[in-house]
């Protein structure tokens, strides 16, 4: 799903204006369709989504609507449907290329495989991440959109406490510092990390020091409450 994300992220560098922080490029999640969007890709609200329901890159149009399943498809025909679609919808050209690198490649014969229990998980990741956040920003009064990055494809929030400190919170995907998918914080001065070593112990989760500085918590298992609970504490911490 990551390199699926990708087809999205490249529409948008193909045809949203850039910003020098790149959120062109960063996508919305659907609560209620389970897909990633893309931000309107013209002035009619055009957007390609990543729908976890279907398995599908879709086009949702005020004048029309279509669909490509991925199972079973190869790289080469989902971007030959996407070069064709974006002229019918768009009237322009469809680029698939990045200024970042991701973590792995793919060739013109990588094939799309539904795992379909495995998708009904990750849906329940990200509206789990959607809602906590949301709840997390109206329970601190802090302000920020919730978007998915898709360079590292966490779903975060970004907000400024005062005037010299900010936090970064949200749900990262598996990696070297958690080995499953887990909520994270982190708080800023400018673009360094605060040192945490200090800080009193959390009720959830866990304060970080070395390299990353902030505070993770597991996801599994966890409901909105505890993910709300988590974040709000850490960020009274911070405050």
């Known amino acids: ?46 957007i390609l989504a990543l729908n976890y329901n279907t398995f599908s890159l879709e086009w949702n149009s005020p004048k029309n609507d279509a669909s490509f399943t991925l199972d079973g498809k190869t790289h080469q025909q989902v ?15 469809y680029t698939y290329e990045f200024h970042y690198d991701l973590p792995y490649t793919i060739n013109a014969s990588y094939a799309f495989k539904l795992n379909a229990s495995k998708l009904k998980e990750l849906a329940s990741l990200r509206t789990l991440a959607q809602s906590s956040l949301v709840a997390t920003l109206k329970e601190t009064g802090l302000e920020s959109d919730v978007r998915i990055w898709p360079h ?27 080995n499953e998918h887990y909520f994270y914080i982190s708080g800023y001065k400018g673009h360094n990390g605060l040192d945490t070593s200090n800080f ?34 850490a960020i009274n911490t911070y405050i």
Do not use: C, R
């Not at 400024?160 to 070297?176: E, K, Q, T, Y």
């Open 1 to 46: 799903m990551h390199l699926a994300s990708q087809y999205l992220a490249a529409a948008a560098i193909s045809f949203v204006p850039k910003k020098d922080d790149d959120s062109h490029t960063n996508l919305g999640w659907s609560n209620e369709k389970k897909q990633l969007e893309t931000h309107p890709l013209s002035s009619s609200g055009d």
């Open 79 to 93: 971007l030959e449907w996407l070069v064709k679609t974006s002229k019918a919808f768009l009237d322009k050209v």
């Open 152 to 178: 590292h494809f966490d779903s975060g929030a970004y907000a400024s406490l005062n005037d010299d400190i900010a936090v970064g919170f949200g749900l990262a995907i598996p990696d070297a510092l958690v």
């Open 200 to 233: 009193d112990a959390l009720s959830l989760g866990e304060w970080k020091n070395d390299g990353f500085k902030g505070a993770v918590l597991p996801a599994t298992k966890i409901n909105k409450d505890q993910a709300v609970q988590f974040f709000t504490e």
